[in-house]
């Protein structure tokens, strides 16, 4: 089976510049997350989608940040513009559930690992 | 507060010894525990989850958790590490009373020295 693929793997941009990031989730999974990931900390969920549909994207900065996942599968991630604090690993995870699974376990790509100058 | 506390940094160890990584979580209710492990330049790699029942989890590459209500706490162990199990070890939770979102540990980084 293969697993959740994400591009690019590495993304260097100078300050106020746009980015996007792209992911695939595991065939079937109807859950998508986006993480991210600063050095020395753990992952912080960004936003989650439920097929096509938006379940929580209360730690999303708005005001720069934007994803959508339009036909219930793929999905992109979008800095603009961005800061010198956006630099981190940005995580893709999926998972099969439905709402109220939620003892299902989430699955990761590799990330991108976002500079920004 | 923060859901789910990884106590140490690091972690050291010899190839062939224990190794214990230890988690304590504090939410309300029945959690659901999880380790993963990242290694450099890698996603997470998921290790293995306790949901309900047995308070021993197996899961990969040799790995257990111990659920323990009492203390909650979810502490990873192998009974002999080895030189490749050298990474990044991340626990978390679902916590119901906040929708089940996933929160994780900040980490630690686990060497093992030949």
């Known amino acids: 089976e293969a697993g959740v693929a994400q591009s690019p793997r590495y993304k260097i941009i100078e300050k106020r510049q746009s980015v996007a990031f792209w992911c695939n989730p595991i065939?079937?999974?109807?859950?998508l997350y986006w993480y991210q990931q600063i050095l020395g900390q753990g992952p912080k969920l960004l936003i989650q989608f439920q097929n096509n549909g938006v379940v929580d994207d209360s730690q999303l900065p708005k005001d720069r940040f934007s994803a959508e996942r339009l036909k219930g599968v793929d999905s992109t991630l979008k800095i603009q513009p961005a800061k010198l604090e956006d630099s981190a690993v940005y995580l893709c995870a999926s998972s099969l559930e439905g709402l109220a699974g939620n003892t299902d376990t989430q699955y990761f790509g590799p990330g991108t690992r976002l500079t920004v100058l | 507060a923060q859901s789910v506390a990884q106590p140490e940094d690091q972690v050291n160890v010899a190839e062939g010894n224990p190794l214990t990584v230890k988690c304590t979580y504090s939410v309300s209710g029945n959690p659901y525990l999880f380790w993963y492990v990242q290694y450099p330049n890698r996603g997470l790699q998921f290790l293995l989850k306790y949901i309900t029942g047995d308070n021993l989890v197996k899961g990969s590459y040799g790995f257990e958790a111990e659920f323990n209500k009492s203390q909650t706490s979810f502490h990873l162990k192998k009974p002999s590490a080895l030189v490749s199990d050298s990474a990044l070890y991340f626990c978390?939770?679902?916590?119901?009373?906040?929708?089940?979102?996933?929160?994780f540990g900040a980490g630690t980084t686990v060497t093992v020295r030949a």
């Open positions: 978390a939770v679902r916590d119901p009373s906040n929708d089940y979102k996933l929160s």
């Open positions: 065939s079937g999974h109807a859950t």
